[in-house]
């Protein structure tokens, strides 16, 4: 079954699995020294999830977009960064809905395999931002090839791509019909752009480690050749893939999503134990409150220690259900009406009439 209503539960588990070899120390590791991480794409890549949308007669999956989103969202809710990678997963969609044979065959299998690394996207530029149609990066044909020369900005990944799925103009605006004709696709052999020194790729530092850059086309030679589908129609060969990327960042936002509520889950329990033992807020046993996981007090800190333990009681697994979470939020609420009672009460009478709020005795009657 491959339907809308799919789950993809093996996938998940299997996911899941792959993405327990590398915990919070190894991504937290990563951003420190602002690294790549290789060796968590080479397991992606070997076990095959970066060619699930590459049809089996290349060498890949041939699984639909929502299996993707559903790998994409696991690796998220793992802790793990599948921005890190999942170019490579969309970028070669538009090769296959708008390549010729030639090229399909040529690339998608290497691609397939991660022989070839087709992580970079240039389309954003300084002058342009989100508006594409008034992009400026140029590309003139002349014989069999075509020469390039412009600059892009915020191109992910290019640093770790062996190949480039580039947007340039070629045709110049003001003799287009139609603002959204007149630009091309174009695949560009990034390694040996750099040999030839006509790309130029600059790290640029972001408060995350993204692994993004400007990058820079002085005479690019490109062979005609490595023209994506028809010349001046490329904008539409573009907004294609932009889809794909789309469905899988929201994919990754949900399993984001998840990891920060399974988080703060973790520590509201941790802390709400901590305040139930030491006051001895609840009347029932502690066992009552056993989670299914055993927390010790090194997961506050960050460390997530975690002892595997069977709970005495069964509980909601569901963060805004659990008994625990909720008898935490009704204490410091009852903690917040006792400060404004106090505060009322030591307020002088020509004061009161100020006060925005008024908590009444409990029993008490307003008139």
Request: glycine residues 8%; positive net charge; contains cysteine.
């Amino acid at each position: 079954m491959t339907g809308p209503q799919e789950n993809y539960a093996d996938i998940r588990e299997s996911v899941r699995a792959l993405c327990d070899r590398f915990p919070g120390e190894y991504w937290r590791e990563l951003d420190r020294d602002r690294a790549y991480p290789t060796a968590f794409v080479k397991a992606l890549t070997e076990a095959g999830y970066l060619a699930a949308l590459i049809p089996e007669e290349f060498g890949g999956s041939g699984l639909p977009v929502s299996a993707a989103a559903a790998i994409m969202e696991e690796i998220h809710a793992a802790g793990g960064n599948g921005a890190a990678c999942h170019a490579q997963m969309y970028t070669m969609g538009t090769i296959l809905r708008h390549g010729s044979p030639a090229q399909k065959e040529r690339y998608l299998p290497k691609i397939a395999t991660g022989e070839l690394r087709l992580q970079a996207f240039g389309v954003t530029e300084p002058t342009s931002g989100t508006d594409t149609l008034s992009l400026r990066t140029v590309a003139r044909r002349g014989g069999d090839e075509y020469v390039i020369n412009g600059q892009k900005i915020w191109t992910s990944r290019a640093e770790h791509s062996d190949l480039m799925l580039l947007l340039a103009r070629t045709t110049p605006k003001e003799e287009v019909k139609k603002r959204t004709d007149g630009l091309s696709v174009f695949l560009v052999d990034m390694r040996k752009a750099l040999e030839a020194g006509t790309l130029t790729i600059k790290p640029i530092r972001t408060v995350m480690n993204h692994a993004t850059t400007e990058v820079f086309f002085d005479d690019l030679r490109v062979p005609a050749e490595n023209l994506i589908g028809e010349e001046g129609k490329g904008f539409r060969y573009i907004l294609s893939g932009m889809n794909t990327e789309r469905i899988l960042i929201a994919s990754e936002c949900i399993g984001d999503a998840k990891w920060f509520i399974r988080k703060a889950a973790d520590y509201a329990l941790v802390f709400s134990r901590e305040r139930t033992f030491s006051k001895l807020r609840f009347k029932s046993p502690p066992t009552r409150f056993q989670s299914p996981r055993k927390a010790s007090p090194d997961r506050v800190l960050g460390k997530l220690t975690v002892e595997p333990t069977v709970p005495a009681e069964p509980i909601c697994a569901s963060p805004f259900t659990n008994p625990v979470i909720i008898g935490l939020v009704r204490g410091l609420r009852r903690d917040r009406i006792l400060s404004e009672r106090t505060m009322l009460r030591n307020s002088k009478p020509n004061e009161m009439s100020l006060m925005t709020t008024y908590i009444p005795e409990e029993g008490s009657k307003i008139k």
